[in-house]
């Protein structure tokens, strides 16, 4: 099968490679899944799992890509709750080889249905930040209606999805962002936004929460706009400015949830959700894709059948 695989950390993505590789065998409780689209995090160059297994052995070349969407097309032994043709989506383990392959071997409770009115590419996007969103909302964040939500990178994969949840149970937002976001910020239904080149951050006064995608200096200033009783909620790694008197300070890595991207994926049929995509290839693109000469605004999908 065709595959991405990266040997080299020092490279980056120009150190992705398109090659042949042995197609996945299930193992007990897995799923082969035969991929149709795929997401990629930039930053997974710089996971460890990336690069070497739970018991810090070297593992490279590994495949990267955690997100896909596709159809199970075989049952490991002791396999149950999915069956070969099914549509499904989902997150697969940060150890193990991944989604920027046309065939994936995974845990089925990685997994969820995929329903036949939802697009295989629109599938693929929905997990990480899908997944980020809901669960830094809802499981650290606490987030009730009334309250109001300060969502860094409002316009970006993960934040145009935090913006629509916290909409939808009624909190308020403030977004920020690139000035050249604002309108885009604001049609994923931010109340208002704030321009981090032009527009004073503390201006936007006391917030109830902080959902930070940005850290460093934007993340220690932020913590500072915490109500006593709030929550900063970071994906990327706690701070010492974190530790805001009277509140609390979470950073969290996203975990697969079988229960949560089935009601992720039911606001996208309903239209209550909407992905935020940039720009779709191929896989005998993608590492073309993943060095774009120009940025790419959205996340990148990697459609890898017809």
């Known amino acids: 099968?065709?595959?991405?695989?990266?040997?080299?950390?020092?490279?980056?993505?120009?150190?992705?490679?398109?090659?042949?590789?042995?197609?996945?065998?299930?193992?007990?409780?897995d799923v082969i899944v035969q991929v149709h689209a795929s997401g990629f995090v930039p930053t997974e160059l710089e996971w460890p799992s990336t690069w070497t297994d739970r018991l810090d052995r070297d593992r490279t070349p590994s495949i990267p890509g955690h997100e896909l969407a596709g159809v199970v097309a075989a049952l490991g032994y002791g396999t149950t709750g999915l069956s070969v043709g099914q549509r499904?989506?989902?997150?697969?383990d940060w150890y193990r080889d991944g989604t920027l392959a046309e065939y994936v071997a995974m845990e089925a409770r990685n997994l969820a249905p995929l329903p036949g009115?939802?697009?295989?590419?629109?599938?693929?996007?929905?997990?990480?930040?899908?997944?980020?969103?809901?669960?830094?909302?809802f499981v650290h964040g606490r987030l009730q209606a009334g309250l109001s939500v300060l969502v860094h990178g409002a316009a970006g994969a993960v934040g145009s999805i935090v913006t629509q949840l916290a909409r939808e149970v009624g909190a308020y937002v403030i977004g920020t962002g690139r000035g050249a976001h604002r309108q885009k910020a604001l049609d994923f239904g931010a109340n208002e936004f704030v321009?981090?080149?032009?527009?004073?951050?503390?201006?936007?006064?006391?917030?109830?929460?902080?959902?930070?995608?940005?850290?460093?200096?934007?993340?220690?200033?932020s913590a500072r706009l915490i109500r006593a009783g709030g929550t900063?909620?970071?994906?990327?790694?706690?701070?010492?400015?974190?530790?805001?008197?009277?509140?609390?300070?979470?950073d969290f890595v996203v975990e697969s949830d079988r229960a949560q991207l089935t009601e992720i994926v039911q606001r996208v049929r309903d239209g209550r959700l909407r992905t935020n995509i940039g720009t779709v290839s191929i896989l005998d693109d993608a590492v073309a894709a993943f060095?774009?000469?120009?940025?790419?605004?959205?996340k990148t999908i990697i459609r890898t059948r017809p």
Do not use: C, Y
Not at 2 to 16: E, L, N, P, S
Not at 117 to 137: E, Y
């Open 117 to 137: 009115d939802v697009d295989f590419i629109v599938g693929a996007s929905l997990p990480i930040s899908g997944l980020t969103a809901w669960q830094g909302l």
């Open 232 to 250: 900063l909620v970071s994906i990327v790694g706690p701070s010492e400015a974190s530790r805001a008197a009277d509140a609390l300070a979470v």
């Open 1 to 29: 099968m065709k595959a991405i695989v990266v040997t080299d950390q020092a490279a980056g993505t120009a150190g992705m490679r398109l090659v042949d590789r042995p197609q996945p065998r299930a193992a007990i409780n």
């Open 88 to 92: 499904v989506f989902g997150l697969a």
């Open 291 to 298: 060095n774009p000469t120009e940025r790419i605004d959205g």
């Open 195 to 221: 321009s981090l080149d032009n527009d004073v951050l503390e201006d936007v006064g006391g917030v109830d929460l902080v959902f930070d995608v940005i850290g460093g200096d934007i993340g220690k200033r």
